[in-house]
């Protein structure tokens, strides 16, 4: 059973910084592109940042600048540092993974969410 557990959410004034961590847990898979997204009150769904297995990286406009996506194979952990962080950010964020499996099977994997609030 795979499971994704995020960890490092939390409460921080505006200007302040949270660090974000998201673990896969099992086995007999290997991990292609991990992301965080995040859901604000009455909003949709949104993509914050992605992370390729080759480290590269895209994110979503608002965050640029501010957030950093990272990723450690050898521990299928993907992070999100959260720099200059403003009440709009408040939001809670859900990791997600690409998973491929030793049939070539692909599966999509979210983990539980994490809150993060943001006080102006």
């Known amino acids: 059973q795979v499971q994704l557990v995020e960890s490092g959410g939390g409460l921080v004034q505006a200007g302040g910084s949270l660090r974000l961590s998201c673990a896969a847990s099992g086995s007999g898979f290997s991990i292609n592109s991990m992301a965080w997204y995040r859901q604000a009150p009455g909003k949709q769904r949104e993509l914050v940042a992605t992370?390729?297995?080759?480290?590269?990286?895209n994110y979503a406009g608002s965050v640029k600048g501010r957030f950093t996506i990272s990723r450690d194979n050898a521990e299928n952990t993907v992070y999100l540092q959260m720099n200059s962080l403003k009440p709009e950010d408040t939001a809670v964020y859900y990791c997600?993974?690409?998973?491929?499996w030793g049939g070539g099977n692909t599966q999509d994997r979210w983990g539980q969410g994490t809150l993060v609030t943001v006080s102006s």
């Open positions: 997600n993974a690409g998973l491929i």
């Open positions: 992370i390729s297995n080759d480290g590269s990286t």
